[in-house]
């Protein structure tokens, strides 16, 4: 057991070094309703499941809390499925990365924190520049080269040292580690200190909430790092315990991209972790994690949901970007769209049935991506 004052990262057992993490004592017979009446649209209306103990202490440019949205144009091709978005879009710094990073800047700030460092594909490095920057706090981004100048730019913007490697989140992430560990900064790798996830986790008690308490059947969710993934799982468990949702459960869907899909291929053979597979460049930048840090806990939930995983290439994302454009009014980044084909091919499979509700997380702006969309 961790002492929750000080700073966590990973398991310390030698036989273990895996995820941490954070666990509540949940109360019971708290009424949902009257609990959340008058709370800020923000994740920070779920504070006490959170791992932030002082007020003062958070870090926040309003994240959380964003629209679940009805189809459109494209309700023609959902067949015989109620289709939901939950676009992250809106989120600051325009992606999802801003629940996990804000999370993880305003726990930071509590424990006297004064140098954070991350790996990205993007998304993540640009939240942590903004988070840092607003807590005072100095940032270090590793970025592939090949990442869009955009977030490049961001970065530097908001006043973080950005190091570029030739090469992907996985060199990333072993340079960051090597400077972390020789300067003693902080490390936000996904999945390698508890805090980040609690922020991720915000997402579940969303969708249970806007839901009104009856959990979609299926849920499409893109799979990098997986943190989202397992953060949603890891909520619909703490919103049993606190009786506010019942043993029903989602059927979990991680897409990936073909560049780099280890999570697909242990899936279907049934695997416990999954097989470092990197086959290059991909629009969908933060799809290209050769293997997930958290590869168990994401199968983990693969498995208990009877979920699924699938691939996706970058033609069927590029073209769907631009479909769900012109017929949603949504510029979704590739990682989204990449859903949307997903879900069309496992309900033509049969795999999602006539009737069942269906949720796709697209996870950040295309806006971003616009020189990977040809």
Same mark, same amino acid.
């Given at each position: 057991?961790?002492?929750?004052? $000080?700073?966590?990262?990973?398991?310390?057992?030698?036989?273990?070094?895996?995820?941490?993490?954070?666990?509540?004592?949940?109360?019971?017979?708290?009424?949902?309703?009257?609990?959340?009446?008058?709370?800020?649209?923000?994740?920070?209306?779920?504070? @006490?499941?959170?791992?932030?103990?002082?007020?003062?202490?958070?870090?926040?440019?309003?994240?959380?809390?964003?629209?679940?949205?009805?189809?459109?144009?494209?309700?023609? @091709?959902?067949?015989?499925?109620?289709?939901?978005?939950?676009?992250?879009?809106?989120?600051?710094?325009?992606?999802?990365?801003?629940?996990?990073?804000?999370?993880?800047?305003?726990?930071?700030?509590?424990?006297?924190?004064?140098?954070?460092?991350?790996?990205?594909?993007?998304?993540?490095?640009?939240?942590?520049?903004?988070?840092?920057?607003?807590?005072?706090?100095?940032?270090?981004?590793?970025?592939?080269?090949?990442?869009?100048?955009?977030?490049?730019?961001?970065?530097?913007?908001?006043?973080?040292?950005?190091?570029?490697?030739?090469?992907?989140?996985?060199?990333?992430?072993?340079?960051?580690?090597?400077?972390?560990?020789?300067?003693?900064?902080?490390?936000?790798?996904?999945?390698?200190?508890?805090?980040?996830?609690?922020?991720?986790?915000?997402?579940?008690?969303?969708?249970?909430?806007?839901?009104?308490?009856?959990?979609?059947?299926?849920?499409?969710?893109?799979?990098?790092?997986?943190?989202?993934?397992?953060?949603?799982?890891?909520?619909?468990?703490?919103?049993?315990?606190?009786?506010?949702?019942?043993?029903?459960?989602?059927?979990?869907?991680?897409?990936?991209?073909?560049?780099?899909?280890?999570?697909?291929?242990?899936?279907? $053979?049934?695997?416990?972790?999954?097989?470092?597979?990197?086959?290059?460049?991909?629009?969908?930048?933060?799809?290209?994690?050769?293997?997930?840090?958290?590869?168990?806990?994401?199968?983990?939930?693969?498995? @208990?949901?009877?979920?699924?995983?699938?691939?996706?290439?970058?033609?069927?994302?590029?073209?769907?970007?631009?479909?769900?454009?012109?017929?949603?009014?949504?510029?979704?980044?590739?990682?989204?769209?990449?859903?949307?084909?997903?879900?069309?091919?496992?309900?033509?499979?049969?795999?999602?049935?006539?009737?069942?509700?269906?949720?796709?997380?697209?996870?950040?702006?295309?806006?971003?991506?616009?020189?990977?969309?040809?």
């Amino acid at each position: 057991m961790h002492n929750a004052a $000080n700073v966590n990262t990973v398991c310390e057992n030698a036989d273990c070094r895996s995820t941490l993490f954070a666990e509540y004592d949940l109360p019971t017979g708290l009424n949902r309703e009257q609990f959340l009446a008058g709370r800020p649209a923000s994740m920070w209306r779920y504070h @006490e499941f959170l791992p932030v103990a002082d007020p003062s202490n958070v870090v926040s440019l309003g994240e959380g809390f964003t629209p679940l949205l009805t189809l459109a144009g494209l309700s023609i @091709e959902a067949l015989n499925n109620q289709v939901f978005w939950k676009d992250e879009s809106g989120n600051p710094t325009g992606s999802f990365k801003a629940r996990g990073i804000g999370m993880a800047v305003s726990k930071a700030k509590e424990l006297g924190i004064a140098h954070i460092v991350t790996p990205t594909a993007g998304n993540a490095g640009g939240a942590l520049a903004a988070y840092c920057a607003r807590a005072g706090i100095r940032a270090s981004v590793y970025m592939p080269q090949l990442t869009p100048k955009v977030f490049k730019d961001e970065c530097r913007l908001y006043g973080a040292d950005l190091v570029e490697v030739d090469g992907n989140i996985a060199d990333c992430g072993k340079l960051a580690n090597d400077h972390a560990l020789q300067n003693g900064w902080f490390q936000v790798s996904t999945l390698k200190e508890p805090y980040r996830l609690e922020g991720k986790k915000t997402m579940g008690y969303e969708i249970a909430e806007q839901f009104n308490w009856q959990l979609p059947d299926v849920i499409f969710y893109p799979t990098g790092g997986g943190t989202g993934l397992i953060g949603i799982w890891k909520a619909f468990k703490e919103l049993e315990q606190l009786g506010w949702i019942g043993k029903e459960r989602p059927r979990m869907v991680a897409v990936q991209s073909i560049s780099c899909d280890g999570i697909v291929t242990a899936f279907h $053979n049934g695997d416990l972790t999954s097989e470092f597979k990197d086959a290059g460049f991909t629009i969908a930048n933060g799809l290209r994690v050769p293997k997930p840090y958290a590869d168990k806990q994401i199968l983990k939930a693969l498995y @208990e949901s009877n979920g699924n995983a699938i691939a996706i290439d970058d033609a069927e994302m590029n073209a769907a970007v631009k479909h769900i454009a012109n017929t949603e009014g949504m510029l979704i980044a590739p990682e989204g769209a990449a859903l949307w084909v997903a879900f069309k091919k496992l309900s033509a499979s049969g795999w999602v049935k006539p009737g069942e509700r269906v949720l796709l997380l697209n996870t950040g702006s295309g806006y971003k991506y616009l020189e990977n969309i040809v």
